[in-house]
């Protein structure tokens, strides 16, 4: 896997009412994705006892100044998106990277918010998972709360998933992450939590989206014996927050991909209708 690139964050700070500043002490793990044509592709899980949970997804592709791209947080009260900068030292089996992410755009409670983001991430030499740490104070801010919407709509979704597993406990518990398009307006990241094994997979799978999430219960088989297999299977949301406060379905959502079991890569679509 040759690339790597990270930006994630938890808010650990608040906003100061008068001066309209974030105060950002960002924590998250990541895991490499896949390759797309605008270069390689990162995401994981945020996290925050005090203001919850969220997810990043991030893009970033080589340049002789060593690597540059988009990455976005996402959150129920909202979204930061920053240009990324980074420089490359390897340390033995490891690599470290010092982060610059200038943030340019920003959605819902975070909304107007402006400035630079510093830190550093270490990760893998194989460039396979990571962690890492930013900080900095953002200005400008002048967002709103979340809002779910006002009359119930059936969103009608066809979306695409591009994932890969985070982690692998000895009792078969597995944590996935991706990035997901089509599914809710914007960038989205995906974080699923459940027991698999050679043959199928079952538990929760949460969409971080801007401002809000999707939550529910999945179950997948994957059929064939070789490295590579056909999956299909179900998503039920049962629950939504933020913006999409009582999202849920009526019947279930299908999932149909494929599972890379060497290299721990998935691709799934996504279809079928969200009542909002």
């Known amino acids: 896997m040759a690339a790597v690139g990270v930006l994630g964050g938890l808010f650990a700070g608040a906003e100061n009412a008068s001066a309209r500043t974030i105060n950002v002490n960002a924590v998250a793990h990541v895991a490499y994705i896949g390759t797309t044509s605008g270069g390689f592709q990162w995401a994981g899980p945020v996290t925050d006892p005090a203001l919850g949970n969220g997810g990043v997804q991030a893009a970033l592709r080589l340049v002789p100044t060593g690597y540059v791209g988009t990455a976005t947080i996402v959150d129920p009260s909202g979204s930061l998106t920053g240009a990324v900068r980074a420089t490359v030292r ?18 819902g409670r975070f909304a107007g918010a402006r400035g630079r983001l510093t830190g550093t991430a270490l990760v893998t030499a194989t460039l396979a998972l990571g962690s890492l740490r ?3 104070t953002l200005h400008g801010a002048v967002g709103r709360s979340p809002a779910p919407p006002a009359a119930t709509i059936v969103r009608h979704v066809d979306g695409r998933v591009l994932a890969a597993e985070l982690s692998l406990a000895r009792n078969g518990i597995v944590t996935v992450v991706g990035s997901v398009i089509g599914l809710v307006p914007g960038p989205a990241v995906l974080v699923e939590h459940g027991r698999a094994t050679t043959t199928s997979a079952r538990g929760t799978l949460t969409v971080f989206a801007p401002g809000g999430t999707l939550t529910g219960v999945f179950a997948v088989r994957f059929r064939g014996t070789s490295g590579v297999r056909p999956e299909t299977g179900t998503w039920t949301i049962t629950r939504g927050s933020g913006d999409l406060s009582g999202a849920h379905t009526t019947s279930a959502i299908a999932l149909r991909g494929t599972r890379n079991l060497v290299v721990e890569q998935i691709a799934v679509r996504i279809r079928g209708a969200i009542i909002l």
């Open 90 to 107: 390897r340390h033995g089996q490891l690599v470290r990277f010092g982060l610059t992410a200038d943030i340019t755009v920003a959605t």
């Open 134 to 136: 930013l900080h900095g």
